[in-house]
């Protein structure tokens, strides 16, 4: 059985720079296993904001590079 790892995390960003006045923070700790911990970290504005997620696993599914690399 293989290990794995997930993290995701969200970029928000706001729309207009007035609004970073209104801007919070939280932190919540969630559960603390043998082999994983899980950590949430809320950031958010009152305005419209861009949310971007990024997903990564460890171990990766292909240990193979996406683009071709160059050794000299």
């Given at each position: 059985?293989?290990?794995?790892?997930?993290?995701?995390?969200?970029?928000?960003?706001?729309?207009?720079?007035?609004?970073?006045?209104?801007?919070?923070?939280?932190?919540?700790?969630?559960?603390?296993?043998?082999?994983?911990?899980?950590?949430?970290?809320?950031?958010?504005?009152f305005?419209?904001?861009?949310?971007?997620?990024?997903?990564?696993?460890?171990?990766?599914?292909?240990?193979?590079?996406?683009?071709?690399?160059?050794?000299?």
């Amino acid at each position: 059985m293989v290990d794995s790892r997930w993290a995701i995390t969200s970029v928000v960003r706001s729309t207009t720079a007035a609004s970073r006045a209104l801007c919070t923070t939280a932190s919540l700790a969630a559960s603390r296993a043998l082999v994983a911990s899980s950590r949430i970290r809320i950031v958010g504005c009152f305005s419209r904001a861009r949310a971007i997620a990024i997903r990564c696993r460890w171990p990766p599914l292909s240990w193979m590079p996406r683009s071709p690399t160059i050794v000299s």
